[in-house]
């Protein structure tokens, strides 16, 4: 297997990053710890914090700040405009001149959920928990889950528990029981 990882030479890389294969970055800020997974693209003007973990094909544009000990699952996609054109009132393609950059910021702690969509203009709160396929299209609260499409705060956490799923009330509400977090997680 041939191991291809595209990095450009004005990428940062902090201390003991593990990068997977086939991946490219560009531009883009890189912290301490983090792991990036296969088929990563990160683009200019990004970053990724320390100890991040970054799965397998997902992308993340220019304009978005990851901060420290964020997961973000498989295949998250990032945008940063609102209305994507591909040319110019006049025909033209359209050039970084042409659009604003719109944006987006994932908290420290945060989850992000295999598949999550994370639409420009938005924070997503410290500790907060995007669920998988949701589609976040305004600021996600601290200590929050959100889930759906569009995602709505499904139920708020509390620090020191952990929320245990119990069973399925509806197609994506779950009925929890809080338990105390391990002293190693607390």
């Known amino acids: 297997m ?19 294969p086939f991946i490219n970055l560009y531009g883009c800020e890189i912290g301490d710890e983090a ?18 973990k970054i799965s397998s094909h997902t992308f993340i544009c220019e304009g978005v700040t ?3 000990n964020v997961f973000v699952g498989h295949g998250v996609v990032f945008i940063n405009d609102t209305y994507p054109q591909a040319t110019t009132a006049d025909g033209h393609l359209e050039s970084d001149k042409d659009w604003v950059l719109e944006r987006t910021r994932v908290k420290k702690g945060a989850s992000i959920g295999s598949g ?17 396929g949701s589609v976040v ?7 929050t889950i959100v889930v759906d ?9 509390f620090p020191g528990l952990i929320l245990i799923p119990q069973r399925r009330v509806a197609s994506h509400i779950f009925e929890f029981v809080a338990s105390a977090a391990p002293a190693s997680l607390a």
């Open 35 to 52: 792991k990036i997974g296969a088929f990563v693209e990160i683009q200019k003007n990004a970053s990724v914090g320390a100890r991040c």
């Open 2 to 20: 041939t191991d291809v990882r595209c990095i450009a030479s004005d990428v940062k890389l902090g201390h003991n990053v593990r990068l997977a």
């Open 66 to 68: 990851i901060e420290d």
């Open 149 to 157: 499409n569009p995602a709505i705060v499904s139920l708020p956490m």
């Open 116 to 132: 999550a969509t994370i639409l420009s203009n938005v924070t997503i709160g410290e500790h907060a928990l995007v669920g998988a």
């Open 137 to 143: 299209t305004a600021d996600v609260p601290p200590n």
